[in-house]
């Protein structure tokens, strides 16, 4: 069953480092997204993206973040200059289309970000 | 920003039995809503949908009943089964507005006492 990969599992950074975090969505899925998860908190929506650039994003994704899909397969989220509080797990998740009535995204395990 | 609401943290059920999750909504503008189960360690994993042009919606041992006016839904599990442990979430979001992002309740964690 084709599924969200992610990589890598668990990145450990010093604060004020890029970290650039590694999505393969599923292969047949048109809209992409990032989400987070900081611990004991909800799982929160941070960017979309469709067709080359960003649908939507939140109030959390600011400057410092960057989404990009450089080549057929991959899908990478930046974080240019990484603070405490970027510590979360990441998720990314892909979809087919959400115009065609129902939107189910589909995660990926998750990758760690631990900013020290 | 409390869009979904979980409000049960835990919920311990014996196997065999009924589990029964709840979520509630404010935002009138939720279209679709989803369950996803998660594991430690692990990404969400989609279990089952539903529009709000239905009521309900079943798959397998799985059930959701969504109801509009009180701005709740529910998930039915039966029967309940020891591998089902995990924490549940709730997601709501808006396609007639052309959103696609996910809103999120705060989970409940279901155990399933064998």
């Known amino acids: 069953e084709p599924e969200v990969t992610q990589t890598p599992s668990h990145q450990v950074t010093q604060m004020g480092q890029e970290v650039i975090l590694r999505c393969v969505p599923i292969s047949n899925h048109l809209y992409f997204y990032w989400y987070r998860q900081i611990l004991g908190q909800k799982v929160e929506f941070l960017v979309s993206?469709?067709?080359?650039?960003?649908?939507?994003k939140s109030e959390i994704f600011d400057d410092q973040f960057s989404v990009e899909r450089p080549d057929g397969s991959n899908f990478t989220l930046k974080i240019r200059s990484t603070k405490l509080e970027d510590s979360a797990m990441y998720f990314c998740?892909?979809?087919?289309?959400?115009?065609?009535?129902?939107?189910?995204?589909?995660f990926g395990p998750g990758t760690r970000l631990t900013v020290l | 920003d409390q869009q979904v609401k979980q409000n049960s943290p835990s919920l311990s059920v014996q196997e065999g039995r009924i589990s029964i999750l709840n979520c509630d909504y404010t935002?009138?503008?939720?279209?679709?809503f989803l369950w996803y189960k998660k594991y430690p360690a692990e990404g969400p994993t989609f279990l089952i949908s539903?529009?709000?042009?239905?009521d309900k919606n079943e798959d397998g041992r799985f059930t959701v009943f969504l109801n509009k006016s009180a701005k709740h839904l529910s998930l039915h599990i039966v029967p309940s089964q020891p591998g089902d442990s995990a924490v549940y979430f709730c997601a709501a979001t808006s396609l007639r507005t052309g959103a696609n992002n996910l809103f999120f309740g705060t989970g409940t964690r279901l155990t399933v006492i064998p």
């Open positions: 935002n009138s503008m939720f279209d679709y």
């Open positions: 539903i529009s709000s042009i239905k």
């Open positions: 998740a892909s979809s087919q289309d959400p115009g065609q009535g129902n939107n189910e995204q589909f």
């Open positions: 993206f469709y067709n080359n650039e960003i649908s939507e």
